[in-house]
């Protein structure tokens, strides 16, 4: 289990609970900015079982003090695997934050129409696959939630180790739906294993209907203090693939413990690898397109 830790006691100015640092990213963050990777927690509501990882309160409030700091004004709440199918802190979060964001649910194919429609009304526009920490899903279920889900538009997303994925590339190639792979697909983890990532994203995102999700460099690279080689590769692929990256914070980086990394720091990366132009389309016109946000 994840060792907790604590919000400083106030978020004047630009301090944000459950990150790291104060100041504003360094280059001009564009009008409509996304946030496309973060989670809620409220320890009001039962997590699913003592194992999961287990977080301190994550509120709206908190994070509306992040999108301050960091020039944010949308966002999309990933339903942590530690609530499986119980999606209140999810959908109260979605309430409270509007319609300037959106939500990615857990569900498994006993789902019902009712249940993915009061999800829909929520804002919920995809569902999530862990397949890392274990949860409400597991793999053999992807194809019958994905028939779910076709009729609503909605996209699968996966966070999965790097060799988890290289066996389930042609499974999410066929997949009725459009894919979000999380966590920049764990490009780094495995330094033998990289070149063959990179060159399986090159074949899933050249299909046109799958995307990668820059978050979390920490899980992506995990030995890295620069994140130069993860940067490396994700400037290769969007040199050709632009168009298919999202980005997000992973707040309030629950695999992190105490030591939460600067936010604002992991912002300005995009600032060292892209283009402003590049920039605008991975935070404004990409998310726009995927979660229905419009530009």
Same mark, same amino acid.
């Given at each position: 289990?994840?060792?907790?830790?604590?919000?400083?006691?106030?978020?004047?100015?630009?301090?944000?609970?459950?990150?790291?640092?104060?100041?504003?990213?360094?280059?001009?963050?564009?009008?409509?900015?996304?946030?496309?990777?973060?989670?809620?927690?409220?320890?009001?509501?039962?997590?699913?079982?003592?194992?999961?990882?287990?977080?301190?309160?994550?509120?709206?409030?908190?994070?509306?003090?992040?999108?301050?700091?960091?020039?944010?004004?949308?966002?999309?709440?990933?339903?942590?695997?530690?609530?499986?199918?119980?999606?209140?802190?999810?959908?109260?979060?979605?309430?409270?934050?509007?319609?300037?964001?959106?939500?990615?649910?857990v569900i498994d194919?006993?789902?019902?129409?009712?249940?993915?429609?009061?999800?829909?009304?929520?804002?919920?526009?995809?569902?999530?696959?862990?397949?890392?920490?274990?949860?409400?899903?597991?793999? =053999?279920? &992807?194809?019958?939630? *994905?028939?779910?889900?076709?009729? @609503?538009?909605?996209? /699968?997303? +996966?966070?999965?180790? %790097? =060799?988890? &994925?290289?066996?389930? *590339?042609?499974?999410?190639?066929? @997949?009725?739906?459009? /894919?979000? +792979?999380?966590?920049? %697909?764990?490009?780094?983890?495995?330094?033998?294993?990289?070149?063959?990532?990179?060159?399986?994203?090159?074949?899933?995102?050249?299909?046109?209907?799958?995307?990668?999700?820059?978050?979390?460099?920490?899980?992506?690279?995990?030995?890295?203090?620069?994140?130069?080689?993860?940067?490396?590769?994700?400037?290769?692929?969007?040199?050709?693939?632009?168009?298919?990256?999202?980005?997000?914070?992973?707040?309030?980086?629950?695999?992190?413990?105490?030591?939460?990394?600067?936010?604002?720091?992991?912002?300005?990366?995009?600032?060292?690898?892209?283009?402003?132009?590049?920039?605008?389309?991975?935070?404004?016109?990409?998310?726009?397109?995927?979660?229905?946000?419009g530009t």
């Amino acid at each position: 289990m994840n060792p907790a830790s604590s919000a400083p006691e106030q978020h004047d100015g630009l301090n944000a609970p459950f990150s790291t640092g104060a100041a504003r990213p360094a280059f001009a963050v564009p009008q409509g900015a996304c946030d496309c990777h973060m989670h809620l927690f409220d320890n009001a509501w039962p997590y699913v079982d003592p194992g999961v990882l287990t977080h301190p309160d994550a509120t709206p409030q908190d994070y509306r003090a992040l999108q301050r700091r960091l020039g944010l004004s949308r966002n999309v709440v990933v339903q942590p695997s530690s609530y499986g199918l119980d999606h209140r802190v999810l959908v109260a979060g979605l309430k409270a934050l509007g319609g300037s964001a959106r939500g990615v649910a857990v569900i498994d194919p006993t789902t019902t129409p009712a249940q993915l429609r009061e999800l829909e009304e929520a804002g919920v526009v995809g569902v999530r696959f862990n397949l890392v920490q274990a949860g409400a899903t597991h793999e =053999r279920m &992807l194809e019958a939630v *994905a028939e779910l889900v076709r009729p @609503l538009g909605w996209h /699968v997303q +996966i966070h999965a180790q %790097a =060799r988890t &994925l290289v066996g389930l *590339a042609d499974r999410l190639a066929r @997949l009725p739906v459009p /894919v979000v +792979i999380d966590h920049y %697909a764990h490009l780094d983890t495995d330094p033998e294993l990289r070149p063959a990532i990179e060159a399986l994203l090159i074949r899933l995102l050249s299909t046109g209907r799958i995307w990668l999700k820059l978050s979390a460099p920490y899980i992506a690279s995990p030995r890295s203090a620069d994140f130069e080689e993860l940067g490396a590769c994700v400037q290769r692929l969007a040199a050709r693939f632009v168009d298919r990256l999202v980005w997000g914070t992973d707040w309030p980086h629950v695999t992190e413990g105490a030591r939460k990394p600067d936010d604002g720091t992991l912002l300005e990366l995009l600032s060292q690898w892209f283009s402003a132009e590049e920039r605008h389309r991975i935070l404004v016109e990409n998310p726009g397109a995927l979660y229905g946000f419009g530009t």
